[in-house]
């Protein structure tokens, strides 16, 4: 089993940076590709980026693209979520996901989930 906390979310101002963590227990993630979801109020969970197994490729959102960067420490076995350039429109709570080798975009390719940590971009 994997235990997922994720970490590091907030209140920021439009314009502004979070970095969230997602940390691991209970076995090394270094295994799979892990990936960050979210989901806005009234709204469906939405792919936001994943990153793959080895760390070489990584995938985002078209509406992140350029803002937000995914990376991981395989000896934190942790993985982080770069946000920058924040919008209202990200507000959301934010989920890690861990599953699959990489290139994962749909949800259930995911085998383990965190709680979720809130963002909120206020304008």
């Known amino acids: 089993q994997v235990q997922l906390v994720e970490s590091g979310g907030g209140l920021v101002q439009a314009g502004g940076s979070l970095r969230l963590s997602c940390t691991a227990s209970?076995?090394?993630?270094?295994?799979?590709?892990v990936g960050w979801f979210r989901q806005a109020p009234g709204k469906e969970r939405e792919f936001v980026s994943t990153?793959?197994?080895?760390?070489?490729?990584?995938y985002y959102a078209d509406s992140v693209k350029g803002r937000f960067t995914i990376s991981r420490d395989y000896t934190m076995n942790t993985v982080y979520l770069q946000m920058s350039s924040l919008k209202p429109e990200d507000t959301a709570v934010y989920y890690c996901?861990?599953?699959?080798?990489?290139?994962?975009?749909?949800?259930?390719?995911?085998?383990?989930w965190g709680q979720g940590i809130q963002v909120t971009v206020s304008s």
């Open positions: 996901a861990v599953g699959g080798s990489g290139g994962n975009f749909r949800q259930n390719e995911y085998d383990y």
């Open positions: 990153i793959s197994r080895s760390g070489g490729s990584t």
């Open positions: 209970g076995r090394t993630i270094s295994v799979y590709a």
